[in-house]
């Protein structure tokens, strides 16, 4: 969106308005005498009578929009080396494809980013308007959670002429701003977008968090400021086909003022509600005519709510807020608000941390009780089918078959997007068995590829299934299986048996164990240590 242009609107003889761009060339009866002599009175005027018909205006009447200057000097480029993970081939590494992604300045010489651009980061340098010189930059910070990560920069006078931009309110649903986004030599494109409606996502864990959303011409999924007036309002969090997803410069500013002291920002909630319109439903869990709430479906290991809600309770009220049978609660300020969000606001713009207190209203078993949940910052334990993967997963080689624990990533790296039409099994397993019911460390254990070798002839086909059963046990973990495999070959015997989901069978020979699996990693380069 270019400037608005600033014009000197003066009348002729004739009453006509002419733009003060107006010049001899074009109009050789132009008098300059005359044109000097009424820019006098119009400085005389502004000065002594802002009113006057003379007078300097944006072509549409509204504030100076905030300068180019100002937003280079509140963003950084930053050149993203990552390493490329195989979760197939765990032992394999390879360089990824380099991005480049804007940060942004904030105060205490930092650069706010989005965690999931330098997750996988060997190498950033950072770039700044004044200078093509390149500095290392270096994650300081990250917290897939939110999604949000602090990068510092070390050298020596690289903030001096940056600012970090005034931060303002939260836009309001209906609010008016300006997406910025900047190109490759720091070139500014602005776009008007108007926030058409709030949300709550979690996209990366089980935090929820705010965002709005608004549409787009534009690009922006290398990210961008959402301005207002000359205050930051929010960054793009995600954008595709049009549609983008603002983070409240309110999520911002608390991630980073707890990031730098080491304090978790936010807490999960932890727990899934469903309605409670159904008039069986109602009586069935015992629920009086009178009340409303909505019904606690799942309650996640490692979160805030583990072992305060059950399954099956009741959640009515959430510090003295009732919930409705749809399962929200209503919000004078953005309207309906679902009852996970509760652990984010405390009221207006007052933000919850971990170590707050929440009382719940529930009815468990047909009686009503109050709860206090402490909220906590979300660690792990919730899941048996992990969605992300932080560290270098395991994995085991046995005889040429390999193992791995079934996760996310690995599902779409074999069969892309659609994966849960590629492979219904597993597509099941993950639906029902994603999480756990209650702490734990089972994993699905699967066959994920057969390397070809005369051991393991007439086996090549089989990749991607479900082992059932090692030697009569279930393999549990890939730890597990691989005590099952050292007590084997520990009392001298000869062969291991493994049982497919399917019902394939497999028998692994424990006689020539070392030389077959030394065979196998020299011939695919697989590294000695397949811990």
């Not at 270019?2 to 014009?7: A, D, F, G, R, T």
């Not at 990068?151 to 940056?162: A, E, Y």
Request: with cysteine; glycine share 8%.
């Amino acid at each position: 969106m270019e400037s608005k242009k600033w014009l000197i609107k003066m009348k002729n003889k004739s009453g006509a308005e002419y733009s003060g761009r107006t010049c001899g060339t074009c109009h050789p009866a132009f008098n300059w005498k005359k044109m000097a002599w009424g820019l006098v009175v119009f400085v005389l005027l502004q000065l002594l009578w802002p009113g006057s018909g003379f007078h300097a205006a944006p072509l549409d009447g509204q504030a100076e929009p905030i300068s180019d200057i100002a937003l280079q000097k509140s963003i950084v480029q930053l050149k993203v080396y990552p390493v490329s993970r195989n979760y197939l081939y765990p032992w394999s590494k390879r360089p990824g494809q380099p991005l480049t992604v804007f940060g942004i300045v904030v105060p205490h010489k930092r650069v706010l980013v989005r965690a999931e651009d330098v997750r996988s980061a060997v190498l950033m340098q950072a770039r700044k308007y004044s200078s093509y010189e390149l500095a290392e930059a270096k994650v300081e910070h990250l917290d897939m959670e939110s999604n949000l990560a602090l990068v510092t920069i070390d050298q020596p006078g690289f903030f001096d002429d940056l600012l970090a931009l005034p931060a303002g309110p939260d836009l309001a649903v209906g609010a008016t701003a300006v997406a910025v986004k900047l190109d490759s030599v720091f070139q500014a494109y602005r776009e008007d977008v108007r926030i058409q409606r709030q949300k709550v996502v979690a996209d990366f864990g089980f935090t929820h968090l705010p965002v709005q959303v608004c549409q787009g011409d534009a690009d922006f999924a290398s990210g961008g400021l959402i301005i207002a007036g000359h205050t930051l309002r929010g960054m793009v969090a995600y954008a595709k086909s049009g549609t983008m997803e603002i983070l409240p410069v309110s999520v911002m500013n608390e991630y980073r003022k707890r990031a730098l002291v080491g304090q978790p920002a936010f807490a999960s909630a932890g727990f899934y509600l469903g309605s409670m319109i159904d008039p069986a439903r109602r009586e069935y869990y015992q629920m009086p005519a009178n009340l409303s709430g909505a019904l606690v479906k799942r309650v996640l290991p490692g979160t805030s709510a583990w072992n305060v809600l059950q399954k099956n309770d009741v959640l009515l009220a959430i510090d003295g807020k009732l919930v409705d049978n749809a399962g929200y609660i209503g919000d004078a300020q953005t309207g309906q608000k679902l009852p996970a969000l509760m652990h984010f606001v405390k009221g207006g713009s007052s933000l919850r941390h971990p170590g707050d207190v929440l009382q719940l209203q529930v009815l468990r078993k047909g009686q009503q009780q109050t709860l206090e949940m402490t909220l906590k910052a979300y660690r792990g334990g919730a899941e048996r089918i992990p969605w992300l993967l932080n560290e270098e997963p395991p994995y085991l080689l046995e005889g040429g078959f390999l193992f791995l624990e079934l996760s996310l990533p690995l599902l779409r790296q074999v069969y892309g997007s659609d994966w849960k039409g590629r492979n219904p099994e597993l597509s099941m397993i993950f639906n029902s068995r994603q999480f756990y019911t209650k702490p734990g460390q089972d994993r699905i254990v699967i066959l994920a590829q057969v390397f070809p070798d005369p051991v393991t002839r007439g086996f090549e086909g089989f990749r991607m299934q479900p082992v059932r059963l090692v030697n009569g046990k279930a393999p549990f973990n890939l730890t597990r299986m691989r005590k099952i495999i050292a007590d084997q070959v520990s009392a001298g015997q000869a062969f291991l048996h493994l049982e497919l989901s399917g019902g394939q069978q497999i028998v692994v020979d424990l006689q020539n164990r070392d030389q077959i699996n030394q065979r196998i990693k020299e011939r695919y380069a697989i590294p000695a240590n397949d811990t």
